[in-house]
């Protein structure tokens, strides 16, 4: 039955589990697994029982308290938003990275042809920008 | 023909009560009944019953009991209170003026042309 338990466990992942969240689980686990015995005793194998249950559960908002699924979905944007840092951060590193190993070619050993790294640049610039531009629209669909 | 689940959603609790008031049931019994009292046609999600079950008993309409081994299995039963049992028959007469009202608009004969 442990199929059911991790079913029942992933459904609770995204809520910061109360007290009483940690009832209703242990009571939704007890449902699920009564019906995979009523199942089981009509001649089902454990695997297809089990399989039917969770399918039949219907989708967790099915189950969820509409408060429950906002909470859910509250959380589910922090994490994006957290993600789109992280994509700006790795890009800024990534162009100035990349920008330095241009600017140290250009000025060490093709310094005749003058700066031209800073067209390069210019265009990498375009990556970090367009993220940076990504998260602060991610950020105003969230303060709503 | 399938009726929209927002529907019967909101007419869910009662049905519940109904079903624990002929005698005691456990979860999957109360959803395995709605399947084969309406002949399969209208399956409401077993997530959104097993919810609604257990709200009824945070809201002490219902209490739960763990069955003796003879039931079969240790198996939660449901069982109605005093508060769950007037707390139905206030839904039911509820839905007889609702269905009253609807019928008086919905199925007189007053097209005119």
């Known amino acids: ?144 | 023909m399938a009726i929209s689940s927002d529907i019967l959603r909101g007419h869910m609790e009662p049905v519940i009560l109904k079903l624990i008031i002929e005698k005691d049931r456990y979860a999957y019994e109360i959803a395995n009944e709605i399947q084969s009292r309406t002949a399969a046609s209208f399956s409401v999600k077993e997530g959104t019953l097993y919810a609604l079950v257990q709200r009824l008993e945070r809201k002490e309409l219902i209490r739960s009991y763990i069955g003796t081994k003879s039931h079969g299995g240790r198996r939660r039963y449901y069982a109605i209170t005093p508060l769950g049992k007037a707390y139905y028959h206030e839904k039911i007469k509820e839905w007889k003026e609702l269905k009253t009202i609807m019928s008086q608009l919905l199925e007189g004969d007053h097209e005119s042309d």
């Open chain 1, 1 to 144: 039955m442990k199929a059911i338990e991790s079913f029942v466990r992933r459904m609770f992942r995204a809520k910061k589990i109360t007290k009483e969240d940690k009832e209703s689980m242990e009571i939704l686990t007890q449902m699920l697994i009564e019906k995979v015995e009523d199942l089981k005793e009509q001649g089902m194998s454990e695997d297809d029982a089990i399989d039917k249950t969770i399918d039949e559960f219907g989708e967790i908002d099915d189950y969820y308290h509409p408060k429950m699924a906002r909470e859910k979905r509250r959380h589910h944007r922090i994490k994006t938003l957290r993600h789109y840092r992280n994509d700006l951060l790795f890009a800024s590193l990534s162009t100035v990275l990349i920008a330095g190993i241009l600017g140290y070619v250009n000025l060490v050993y093709f310094w005749d042809y003058g700066p031209w790294f800073i067209v390069p640049t210019l265009g990498l610039l375009f990556w970090p920008l367009s993220l940076l531009y990504a998260l602060l629209n991610k950020k105003s669909d969230s303060d709503d």
